[in-house]
């Protein structure tokens, strides 16, 4: 306790002062002690609230990343896909045009005589065929 000089009311009064300030200084410390409990619990909230975005934004954001990944590699399949079928066109193309080239030859009375002596050993009048021997015969 502190030395208050006595005045005239005497130590009553010092007494009602020292009580008085001693409820200040109670209320005060209830005050910051109040205000401690309601930082620390806004403390605690903001954590939680943090964490919880944190945690949502991650599931968000892998979720996002395997979908991104899983159509990058769809695309890719796709591509490779599509230069196998551009390859297959592009056979089909030199086929078609070789086929067409073939439909003209059989169109020409000459050719077809050629090709039927020379791959069924067919003879035209007066005609002698004569097949050469295999060469694996002759070995």
Same mark, same amino acid.
């Given at each position: 306790?502190?030395?208050?000089?006595?005045?005239?009311?005497?130590?009553?009064?010092?007494?009602?002062?020292?009580?008085?300030?001693?409820?200040?200084?109670?209320?005060?410390?209830?005050?910051?002690?109040?205000?401690?409990?309601?930082?620390?619990?806004?403390?605690?909230?903001?954590?939680?609230?943090?964490?919880?975005?944190?945690?949502?934004?991650?599931? =968000? #954001?892998?979720?996002?990343?395997?979908? *991104?990944?899983?159509?990058?590699?769809?695309?890719?399949?796709? %591509? +490779? /896909?599509?230069?196998?079928?551009?390859?297959?066109?592009?056979?089909?193309?030199?086929?078609?045009? =070789? #086929?067409?080239?073939?439909?003209?030859? *059989?169109?020409?009375?000459?050719?077809?005589?050629?090709?039927? %002596? +020379? /791959?069924?050993?067919?003879?035209?009048?007066?005609?002698?065929?004569?097949?050469?021997?295999?060469?694996?015969?002759?070995?």
């Amino acid at each position: 306790m502190e030395f208050i000089p006595l005045k005239k009311g005497g130590l009553g009064m010092a007494i009602k002062n020292e009580r008085a300030r001693q409820k200040i200084r109670q209320s005060y410390l209830n005050h910051e002690q109040v205000k401690k409990k309601i930082y620390e619990r806004r403390r605690k909230l903001l954590i939680r609230r943090l964490t919880a975005f944190f945690a949502v934004a991650f599931v =968000v #954001l892998y979720f996002y990343s395997s979908a *991104l990944i899983s159509q990058s590699e769809l695309l890719d399949g796709k %591509r +490779k /896909e599509l230069e196998a079928k551009e390859k297959q066109y592009e056979q089909l193309k030199d086929r078609q045009a =070789v #086929l067409k080239d073939e439909i003209k030859k *059989l169109q020409d009375e000459e050719y077809i005589g050629k090709f039927a %002596r +020379k /791959e069924y050993f067919l003879s035209g009048e007066n005609e002698i065929i004569f097949a050469p021997p295999d060469e694996e015969e002759d070995e």
